[in-house]
């Protein structure tokens, strides 16, 4: 009986629990409040009451402020915060459809980490950028309101994309209003965000809001003083007040109490300056009048809007009494569109038949925010996650690919992305393969595998992108279905441990793929013997030694490159005969070279061609004909051979086309090794300053290695979780190979940055290219790359070495301080190479040092992204080569994305014959997967 009645009561708690995040609060309805990082519900001094947030969103942690402030509010005693990495966090809300809402975000930093960082990072509206929040001071919360039609039932607030600190909210708050005041004309394709909503002649500093205004806006004083906010108040400005009711209508007018008081100007102006937060842009500014003086007979008040140089505002005359058809009585004239500066200097005069000076009650100044398409998937994905209410992975809200892509989905950087893989691995799901994944056009890796599916394995004949399948280690039943033959594009199909019947149909055997499909007792070959010009290739798995060695790498992964699978034990290479079913087996990690393999490789260390950071390296050529480069490390390079390992299975998965190879390592004798590809032409430094014959005269060649290594440098910083800083880039560590096509050297010989953000240990670098802010505070960060990067374009443009006791004038050795005074005076050709061939473009010189110059900014903040830069290049070279030929091309691979990169790559194969492949197909597919997402 007891326990019957602890279980009502449990279900009771849970339906309560149910309820309150399905329907607002019932006291005040249309709001959501919710208290971010707050342990508990509770009630405000004004009757809101606030709920914890922890069924709004998935993820993030709860902190405590360290740092009182003076809010004196509960919401703003705690926050939730999430991990700078490359994620979004979103905040997902039920709305009305097609009902405006105003969603507030407040942000009270309190030092709540204890690090008096202070965090910098991107808030968005669904798929739409809305605002850079930027921390600049521990108790001043940071508020953000917009207003927007509900396009869908959920509404997402995200946080991503960190510059500085941990992403972190304090409170959220939705409010939804049931008039049109907010009306715009284009309302599905822009949102508003508030910049000013001020009561003018406020009895005190106190804000006006809920229950005063049922909507709950924040109705600002204007006595409250700021910088630059309501400042050249004209003289004669006085403020009034009326305890007599005003009517303000029945819609989303201002509250009567904000009506009651007022300015006016007795000198006959009012006039005010405000910086416009977000602008400049376009403006929705309503102004709000009621006349609350009792006028005699033969008063008048007439005035005019006045905005310097913008003379067409003041064409209408205001007669407040009669536009609003009596005293006590709201008028709101206003623009829907207008275009505002960021400094806004507006104000009213009086016009020569009026007795008495302009008056102002209240005002609301917004801005246009357009709408960024969604991802073309969106829908889909919606409903694919809508089938896992309960799954963790299903929870990521907001949109799949915007502004950042949920954690198992990657998508294009088109302006609408697609999604183009999916991972859900070992994720414990059940039931069928869900309908939705056949609809997503441009998917080109699936990856489900090592899940409970059931039920038959669903046709993918829209999918023509589809390229890597991985459905093995499932409870699928039924056959193959034959159209899985006829992807064009496939090259992967691992379907093994199944419980599949039937035949394999003959199109999949026919093809040169990738094709697992053992552990299916029903699954059966028809071998009719004719068919002996038949490849097949079949992977064999041998697990759980390898699967040992590899658990170490699951906790660092960079985005694949063209490599098979990451995850995939077993690699096979094409087997020429039916019969020779066994193929090689390579591991996921390292290759492991024995030192006489080494020795012999090098002619015992004969051919010494450079040292870099931790060693001297030779080169060497292996009994297969492939040349290495050979880094024997000094012996204090590492603390110990764990060390030495872990730092090998990191490099082995950073793998890309700017990046030099990584073969393998030897580890034997006392002796640690690393084995890269040889770069047949050197450094980037010989060529800048080595030889007369050997130095790049072309300024577009400069240019395209300066983009190839921008484009390795972006991997590092954006393709690999945790990101990578190299941490020592210069001249020397760019190299060259048979096409002068550039490549990375030296990355990853150091610590990954843990979170994303910054490790502080012993400064590396190099004199010349460091960044002196690194080398102040120890604080790590990819800004510290960009710096060095920064000082190597300099070296492009000038020819010069990065510290020069000769080259730089009095008192001048370094390069930076050089080239920033000439550029900075506009004088370009002091710093252009003299060996430059003639017939450059000043224009695309121009560029890149303009961007140099912001690499080396001495703050890490106000450096560009590596993506930045790599666009500046990219610019110049278009600029180099002649109108549009660049933005074409980029546009073309777009669209074409699946006819990439056609070679058959595995982990086995000869890795310079690889690299070579991929020159030639220009730019590859890998390449655009590793573009970030547009934000
Ligand atoms: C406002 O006007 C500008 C310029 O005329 C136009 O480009 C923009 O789309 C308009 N915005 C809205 C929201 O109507
Ligand atoms: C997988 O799902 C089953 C049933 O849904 C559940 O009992 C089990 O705990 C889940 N396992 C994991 C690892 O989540």
Redesign the pocket.
Known sequence: MASAFAAAALLLHFLLQLLLRLSPSAAQPGFISLDCGGADDHTDGIGIQWTSDTNFVSGGQRAQLLVKNDQQKQQFTSVRYFPADNRKYCYTMNVRNRTRYLVRASFLYGNFDNSNVYPKFDLSLGATPWSTIVIDDATTPVVEEAIILAAAPTLSVCLSNARTGQPFISALELRQFNGSLYY???ET??FLTLSARINFGAASNESVRYPDDPFDRIWESDSVRRANYLVDVAPGTERISTTKPIFVGTNEEPPEKVMQTAVVGQDGSLNYRLDLEGFPG?AWGVSYFAEIEDLTPNETRKFKLVIPGMPAFSKPTVDVEENAQGKYRLYEPGY??M?LPFVFSFGFKKTNDSSKGPILNAMEIYK?VQITMGSQDANTMASLVSRYSQAGWAQEGGDPCLPASWSWVQCSSEAAPRVFSITLSGKNITGSIPAELTKLSGLIELRLDGNSFSGQIPDFRDCHNLQYIHLENNQLTGELPPSLGDLPNLKELYVQNNKLSGQVPKALLRRSIIFNFTGNSGLHVVNNGISHTVIIIICVVIGVIILLGAIGCYLFTCRRNKKPSNDTVVIAAPAKKLGSYFSEVATESAHRFSLSEIEDATDKFKRRIGSGGFGIVYYGKLTDGREIAVKLLTNDSYQGIREFLNEVTLLSRIHHRHLVTFLGYSQQDGKSILVYEFMHNGTLKEHLRGAADEKITSWLKRLEIAEDAAKGIEYLHTGCSPTIIHRDLKSSNILLDKNMRAKVADFGLSKPAVDGSHVSSIVRGTVGYLDPEYYISQQLTEKSDIYSFGVILLELISGHEPISNNNFGLNCRNIVAWARSHIGSGNIHAIVDESLDSGYDLQSVWKIAEVAIMCVKPKGAQRPAISEVLEAIQDAIAIERGPQMHRTIRRQLMSNRSMGGSSSVSNTGDSSSVAVDLEQNGSSFDELLMRPGLR
């Open positions: 715009t004309t284009d394709r822009f376009n829907t569109n275009s246009y």
